[in-house]
């Protein structure tokens, strides 16, 4: 870095940083490139350099060199992020040459207008950046990273020119990996969208012929799209759903040969087996502009058909047979599926379960596969004892294992990966066996992810609030930072009631955990669950739910810090009152608000004012809080014995304070204690509460006299 000087920092982010830089005693004051990389460790540097070693040997074999000058490794903390100096201060530096003119801008220039791109040009542009990537392929190095803005024109002849080949080394990290911005990540191949541990198996050659259909669908489309970046939004959209392309295809027929558009889908198959390879390509182009016939071979032609389509056996040995073939396996997923609604006792073969978890484990990078192969085995343990019990099983659990650990970003699956593990922590050994395996691990760096979307939040709340039950699980969730967690998802999900409710499930049995409180006290947490019980005073189930958590943190605070209740303790007994108002004839909500009232009261004078000050609106006339209460008696008088006790509860609070006394008088509270202390005599909360608190309105009233 010190032979050169920085002129401009280009882009950034945690993966790279771009500098445009010119060499120091260069007189031509020659403008380069520094893309500064960082590396995990020294030995993932070292991997990176030999990479970069081996494709620089092979562009110097070409006739026109690519970009790349140097390369070099270098130490540096000082523009490290906060967060990696502690594991990563090694660097990776690419030099290269600098030119002005990319294919992005090209484009760029097309959308703007909405222009559309001439087949024949397109067609120049795809063949010319084939000859460019020909040798590597021929050595079978890929590129790894082709998009508009790495293919530059220069010279007079406004030659195309590769820049940026990707070092495989970098894609395999994990962590590096899961920071780069969705930018970067467009035109990626759809089997590098998981962060997998490792990626050797993934064919990097047919990465690059991925990358050339997203440049192919970005010419085809500039007519349509106003920007290159709407452009990328659609691109990474059809990672998902190639379905997406037919959206525009009636269109693009009446402007496009139906050989370009068929090449288009091809490339962009999500399976790697369909797209052709860079000297089909090669030859397939070729023959376009020559006007002859194009024909890519047809990756289905040497496949037998299925023998039987009624056999559940013989799906299955289609599957076994053709299982390197994903698109093969899925057509198989989806009849064994079918078959399963349309014949539900159907004879399946017991280790078939076992045998599609195997397949699922082998495809982690294909959505589809995987989403019809769980959908297969949810349906055989609903059909089958026996398959319910294989759900138990060591190999079963470590397949989900595997699947998690992927950080798959779909979320279509993940439901029943969830339903499957709430299944298996119904069986102790089953789940003593997920804990062993790390299993709690492997949720908590899940959840980070998967309590943050819609379709995932509540069966992994649900699944999470079922494990803590567990005290190791609980503490560990407690370090990992759960409160935090949770807490930004209740925020970030407030207007969504399933969610609420099933993450204040997830508190209850934190709450009593010392090293909980303060994490509570840090988030504001307390002040959080008032607001949500303001919101959704209506809704039993969050009611009921914030008022344990309040009442269970309340109790387990031994030195009672000012700092917690200050925030929240007269607007949560505000908040309880409405709650008691608007949910008058709900057995559980006049329980629990009642008890956390009094627990409230007992602890703070001011809460105990606040209830009896507390001024609501019933049909346009003032109602206080005892009147509240009073209502609440006369409804649910005739209730189990359980809602009196939850109410003498309350009332034996105010009892201490002598001004409550006195109102407790006024609205005639000693009729209704006096008939309650001698009907619920066999109860001995009810009995001791009705005696204590009408000693003390005695005492008033003698005072009073």
Same mark, same amino acid.
């Given at each position: 870095?010190?032979?050169?000087?920085?002129?401009?920092?280009?882009?950034?982010? #945690?993966?790279?940083?771009?500098?445009?830089?010119?060499?120091?005693?260069?007189?031509?004051?020659?403008?380069?490139? &520094?893309?500064?990389?960082?590396?995990?460790?020294?030995?993932?540097?070292?991997?990176?350099? !030999?990479?970069?070693?081996?494709?620089?040997?092979?562009?110097?074999?070409?006739?026109?060199?690519?970009?790349?000058?140097?390369?070099?490794?270098?130490?540096?903390?000082?523009?490290?992020?906060?967060?990696?100096?502690?594991?990563?201060?090694?660097?990776?530096?690419?030099?290269?040459?600098?030119?002005?003119?990319?294919?992005?801008?090209?484009?760029?220039?097309?959308?703007?207008?909405?222009?559309?791109?001439?087949?024949?040009?397109?067609?120049?542009? =795809?063949?010319?950046?084939?000859?460019?990537?020909?040798?590597?392929?021929?050595?079978?190095?890929?590129?790894?990273?082709?998009?508009?803005?790495?293919?530059?024109?220069?010279?007079?002849?406004?030659?195309?020119?590769?820049?940026?080949?990707?070092?495989?080394?970098?894609?395999?990290?994990?962590?590096?990996?899961?920071? &780069?911005?969705?930018?970067?990540?467009?035109?990626?191949?759809?089997?590098?969208?998981?962060?997998?541990?490792?990626?050797?198996?993934?064919?990097?050659?047919?990465?690059?012929?991925?990358?050339?259909?997203?440049?192919?669908?970005?010419?085809? &489309?500039?007519?349509?799209?106003?920007?290159?970046?709407?452009?990328?939004?659609?691109?990474?959209?059809?990672?998902?759903?190639?379905?997406?392309?037919?959206?525009?295809?009636?269109? &693009?027929?009446?402007?496009?040969?139906?050989?370009?558009?068929?090449?288009?889908?091809?490339?962009?198959?999500?399976?790697?087996?369909?797209?052709?390879?860079?000297?089909?390509?090669?030859?397939?182009?070729?023959?376009?502009?020559?006007?002859?016939?194009?024909?890519?071979?047809?990756?289905?032609?040497?496949?037998?058909?299925?023998?039987?389509?009624?056999?559940?056996?013989?799906?299955?040995?289609?599957?076994?047979?053709?299982?390197?073939?994903?698109?093969?396996?899925?057509?198989?997923?989806?009849?064994?599926?079918?078959?399963?609604?349309?014949?539900?006792?159907?004879?399946?073969?017991?280790?078939?379960?076992?045998?599609?978890?195997?397949?699922?484990?082998?495809? =982690?990078?294909?959505?589809?596969?995987?989403?019809?192969?769980?959908?297969?085995?949810?349906?055989?343990?609903?059909?089958?004892?026996?398959?319910?019990?294989?759900?138990?099983?060591?190999?079963?659990?470590?397949?989900?294992?595997?699947?998690?650990?992927?950080?798959?970003?779909?979320?279509?699956?993940?439901?029943?990966?969830?339903?499957?593990?709430?299944?298996?922590?119904?069986?102790?050994?089953?789940?003593?066996?997920?804990?062993?395996?790390?299993?709690?691990?492997?949720? =908590?760096?899940?959840?980070?992810?998967?309590?943050?979307?819609?379709?995932?939040?509540?069966?992994?709340?649900?699944?999470?609030?079922?494990?803590?039950?567990?005290?190791?699980?609980?503490?560990?969730?407690?370090?990992?930072?759960?409160?935090?967690?949770?807490?930004?998802?209740?925020?970030?999900?407030?207007?969504?009631?399933?969610?609420?409710?099933?993450?204040?499930?997830?508190?209850?049995?934190?709450?009593?955990?010392?090293?909980?409180?303060?994490?509570?006290?840090?988030?504001?947490?307390?002040?959080?669950?008032?607001?949500?019980?303001?919101?959704?005073?209506?809704?039993?189930?969050?009611?009921?739910?914030?008022?344990?958590?309040?009442?269970?943190?309340?109790?387990?605070?031994?030195?009672?810090?000012?700092?917690?209740?200050?925030?929240?303790?007269? #607007?949560?007994?505000?908040?309880?009152?409405?709650?008691?108002?608007?949910?008058?004839?709900?057995?559980?909500?006049?329980?629990?608000?009642?008890?956390?009232?009094?627990?409230?009261?007992?602890?703070?004078?001011?809460?105990?004012?606040?209830?009896?000050?507390?001024?609501?609106?019933?049909?346009?006339?003032?109602?206080?809080?005892?009147?509240?209460?009073?209502?609440?008696?006369?409804? !649910?008088?005739?209730?189990?014995?359980?809602?009196?006790?939850?109410?003498?509860? =309350?009332?034996?609070?105010?009892?201490?304070?002598?001004?409550?006394?006195?109102?407790?008088?006024?609205?005639?509270?000693?009729?209704?204690?006096?008939?309650?202390?001698?009907?619920?005599?066999?109860?001995?909360?009810?009995?001791?509460?009705?005696?204590?608190?009408?000693? #003390?309105?005695?005492?008033?009233?003698?005072?009073?006299?």
């Amino acid at each position: 870095m010190e032979c050169y000087k920085i002129i401009e920092e280009l882009s950034s982010c #945690r993966f790279s940083t771009t500098f445009l830089v010119t060499k120091k005693g260069d007189f031509t004051n020659k403008k380069l490139i &520094l893309k500064k990389i960082e590396c995990k460790d020294e030995s993932h540097a070292n991997r990176a350099y !030999h990479e970069l070693l081996q494709q620089k040997l092979h562009q110097e074999t070409m006739e026109e060199k690519v970009a790349t000058k140097s390369f070099f490794i270098m130490w540096d903390k000082s523009i490290c992020s906060q967060e990696a100096v502690q594991e990563a201060s090694i660097f990776i530096c690419i030099i290269r040459n600098y030119f002005e003119t990319s294919l992005a801008f090209v484009a760029d220039s097309f959308h703007m207008i909405k222009k559309p791109m001439e087949e024949q040009t397109i067609i120049n542009y =795809l063949s010319e950046i084939v000859e460019l990537l020909e040798p590597f392929h021929n050595e079978n190095i890929a590129h790894r990273s082709i998009q508009l803005s790495n293919i530059f024109k220069y010279g007079a002849e406004n030659k195309l020119l590769l820049v940026d080949f990707g070092i495989s080394s970098f894609l395999i990290n994990r962590k590096r990996f899961s920071t &780069l911005k969705d930018g970067d990540l467009v035109w990626l191949a759809p089997e590098l969208r998981f962060e997998q541990k490792d990626k050797a198996g993934v064919c990097w050659l047919k990465v690059d012929i991925w990358c050339l259909g997203s440049i192919l669908m970005s010419f085809l &489309l500039t007519s349509f799209m106003d920007t290159l970046k709407d452009m990328k939004a659609f691109v990474l959209k059809t990672k998902i759903d190639e379905c997406l392309l037919n959206y525009f295809w009636d269109k &693009l027929e009446q402007m496009y040969s139906g050989n370009l558009l068929s090449l288009a889908k091809r490339m962009l198959s999500q399976y790697t087996e369909e797209r052709p390879t860079l000297i089909e390509l090669k030859e397939y182009l070729s023959k376009m502009s020559c006007t002859e016939e194009p024909v890519l071979p047809d990756m289905r032609e040497d496949f037998e058909p299925i023998e039987n389509e009624d056999s559940f056996s013989d799906l299955l040995n289609y599957v076994s047979k053709y299982s390197e073939h994903s698109k093969c396996v899925i057509e198989c997923l989806i009849k064994l599926n079918k078959l399963l609604v349309t014949t539900p006792d159907i004879e399946v073969p017991v280790d078939s379960q076992s045998f599609i978890w195997e397949l699922l484990c082998q495809n =982690l990078d294909n959505a589809q596969l995987l989403t019809e192969g769980l959908h297969l085995i949810e349906k055989l343990t609903s059909i089958s004892n026996d398959h319910l019990q294989n759900i138990f099983s060591e190999s079963t659990i470590d397949a989900i294992l595997t699947i998690m650990e992927c950080q798959l970003k779909e979320t279509v699956f993940l439901t029943v990966i969830y339903s499957f593990l709430m299944i298996i922590l119904t069986s102790e050994s089953a789940n003593n066996y997920f804990n062993t395996k790390g299993g709690m691990t492997t949720l =908590l760096n899940r959840l980070p992810k998967d309590l943050t979307d819609d379709t995932t939040v509540s069966s992994a709340a649900m699944t999470l609030s079922n494990l803590i039950v567990n005290p190791s699980n609980a503490k560990a969730a407690l370090e990992y930072g759960i409160i935090k967690i949770l807490y930004e998802n209740l925020q970030f999900h407030f207007n969504y009631q399933g969610a609420v409710a099933e993450l204040l499930a997830v508190f209850i049995p934190l709450a009593t955990y010392e090293s909980a409180i303060f994490q509570f006290n840090q988030c504001q947490l307390l002040t959080l669950f008032v607001n949500i019980m303001n919101t959704y005073c209506s809704n039993d189930a969050i009611v009921k739910n914030c008022c344990i958590i309040l009442r269970d943190v309340l109790n387990s605070i031994s030195i009672y810090d000012d700092g917690i209740l200050e925030l929240t303790e007269t #607007r949560a007994v505000s908040a309880m009152v409405g709650v008691l108002y608007s949910n008058t004839e709900s057995i559980d909500v006049v329980i629990e608000c009642c008890t956390t009232l009094a627990a409230l009261c007992n602890m703070s004078k001011d809460c105990t004012y606040m209830f009896l000050s507390e001024k609501l609106e019933d049909q346009g006339k003032p109602i206080y809080g005892l009147q509240v209460l009073m209502n609440i008696y006369d409804i !649910h008088k005739n209730s189990p014995s359980s809602v009196i006790a939850a109410i003498f509860s =309350l009332l034996y609070a105010f009892s201490e304070y002598d001004e409550a006394c006195k109102d407790l008088i006024s609205y005639e509270y000693e009729p209704m204690l006096k008939y309650c202390t001698a009907y619920f005599n066999y109860n001995e909360r009810i009995s001791f509460y009705g005696q204590q608190i009408l000693k #003390r309105l005695n005492k008033i009233e003698d005072i009073l006299k």
